[in-house]
């Protein structure tokens, strides 16, 4: 684990991309209908002459394609094939293996060294049946960054095969209580999509709630506990600076950044009611958006930033609403048993919800009009829903029963799919990046 201050290039690295042809004809995954047939795919292990540190020297080569392969793996649209183990093949030897093993689609990656030191990747999607290479992109990053190359290419094969947008490459800040001790003190932690690459975020001496990074990547907002009352502090993870923001009294909660960034909706408890906010980076301008007895919160935008969904229990028991960004318009979307913590996809067609029942909490996500509501996971305890920057995953944190030593999911919109996110300490409370620059 790395301090704060060595975290900073994490979040600001530019990659170098080149495109190339891509074939018209080509192998397509529609993703828009109820039934699939996964796309069959292989990797194979590809030698190089660079070696990087993952439990000792590894070739890159191999070590990207294994990254790569565990990729592709959680995604419900492809079928993960092995070949026989060709260490360096040229492309040829590598479609004829792939086509007796009766695979659609071939993914070949090929390190290697620039003159500045950083590595280079190439990621070259084949179509197995034509033989034609459809189409290849070489990534660069610095040699601590290595993993991400094979993130990258995972992303570039999903866009190809799917016409949708992958979510590998990206970062989750979340709550960790530390190694391996549930009692030690809770931090903010980021990790890789996979797991990898923990880094602290946030002093070991501070007690910590509720991570948000922001669309930018360049700052991250999370509730810290003091002797008085909570606060919402800032930092910028260029430079490590901190600031507390200036909330009107009361107790904040649920911060959630705008799309663009500028503001943040967040709760804020004050005489015995909890309302929303919008707050107003640049200049501290705090406008109150709702006004009812009880405790409205868990505010999100809409990606468009025209509206905001929210948790009310106005109604006797916790319900999901929607108004407009000023506060007009609150409709109630959710009935039945209690609805909560709602945020918005990015492509604003979902929300995801946590509904609740006697002893379990799941999963669950509905149009914004509240039609077509269904749950996406079997609990027993699943919160704290966050959505992938591609839209077609959620993560979200699940307990063996409330209270308990919660650990990080991963599951596919339709709930086809759930992957565990490896990790060594109870973990909660998720915020997932945007793809990183």
Known sequence: MRPLASVISFFAIVLCSSPSAVAQERLFVDITEGEISAL???VPDTTSNVVVEQQGAVDAGIALARILRADLATDPFFQILALPSIRGGDDR??????????????????????????????????????GEREVAREF??????????????????????????????????LISSGPDDPASPRRVIGIDFDGANKTILSDERELVSMPRLSPDHRSLLFLRFNPELPELTQIDLRTGAK?????????????????????????????????????????????????TTGIDTSPSYSPDGTKVVFESDRSGQPQLYVMQRDGRGQNRISFGSAHGSPAWSPDGRLIVFVSYTAGSARIGVM???????????????????VWAPS????????SPSEGGAPALFVVDVNGRLLTSVPLTSPSSEPDWSEILP
Not at 144 to 164: E, F, M, N, P, S
């Open 93 to 130: 030897t590598l479609l004829r293996q792939a086509s007796i093993r009766g695979t659609q689609a071939l993914v070949v990656g090929r390190a290697r060294r620039a003159g500045d030191g950083s590595l280079l990747y190439e990621c070259a999607y084949h179509d197995v049946f034509s």
């Open 40 to 42: 069959t795919l292989s």
């Open 140 to 173: 660069r990053v610095p040699p601590h960054q290595w993993r991400r190359l094979a993130h990258k290419c995972a992303d570039l094969v999903v866009a190809h095969a799917t016409g949708y947008s992958g979510h590998f490459d990206t970062r989750f800040a």
């Open 243 to 291: 600031q507390t923001l200036r909330l009107p009294a009361g107790l904040p909660s649920a911060p959630r950044f705008s799309p663009d960034g500028r503001s943040l909706l967040l709760a804020l408890s004050q005489a015995g009611s909890t309302d929303i906010y919008e707050y107003e980076l640049a200049t501290g301008e705090t406008t109150r958006l709702t006004a």
């Open 367 to 385: 149009a914004p009009d509240g039609s077509g509501s269904r749950l996406i996971s079997e609990g027993p305890y699943d919160e704290d829903p």
């Open 391 to 398: 839209g077609r995953a959620i993560a979200f944190q699940r």
